[in-house]
């Protein structure tokens, strides 16, 4: 069994950055796609950004496309989200999500959070306007 453990959440303001990362506790990490997820006061959980096993491979929503980015180093068990130019609808409850994957599936970063099987606790993240 993984434990996922997030850190790097914060207040921050409109248009500043903030790095999030995702340690796993144990097992082969390169056994699993990475996901990020977050969840909005009164609202669902939604797909953020997912990465293949090897990093050569990465899925993000519509609304962070272009501002987030995904790095994962399978050496330290951690995977990264870089946050930049913060909106406050990025104000939510960022979790990581591990994904224990395959031979081609593996490739594919998921978008579908019934398809990873471990979670962290999750971390705040709140944006200023």
């Known amino acids: 069994q993984v434990q996922l453990v997030e850190s790097g959440g914060g207040l921050v303001q409109t248009g500043d950055s903030l790095e999030l990362s995702c340690a796993a506790s144990?097992?082969?990490?390169?056994?699993?796609?990475m996901g990020w997820f977050r969840q909005a006061p009164g609202k669902e959980l939604v797909f953020v950004g997912s990465?293949?096993?090897?990093?050569?491979?990465?899925n993000y929503a519509d609304s962070v496309k272009g501002r987030f980015t995904l790095s994962r180093d399978n050496a330290k068990n951690t995977v990264t989200l870089q946050m930049d130019s913060l909106k406050p609808e990025d104000t939510a409850v960022y979790y990581c999500?591990?994904?224990?994957?395959?031979?081609?599936?593996?490739?594919?970063?998921?978008?579908?959070?019934?398809?990873?099987?471990?979670w962290g606790q999750g971390t705040q993240v709140t944006v200023s306007s």
């Open positions: 999500a591990a994904d224990h994957c395959s031979g081609y599936a593996c490739n594919v970063p998921s978008i579908a959070r019934y398809n990873y099987d471990y």
């Open positions: 990465i293949s096993w090897s990093g050569s491979s990465s």
């Open positions: 144990e097992g082969t990490f390169s056994q699993y796609v």
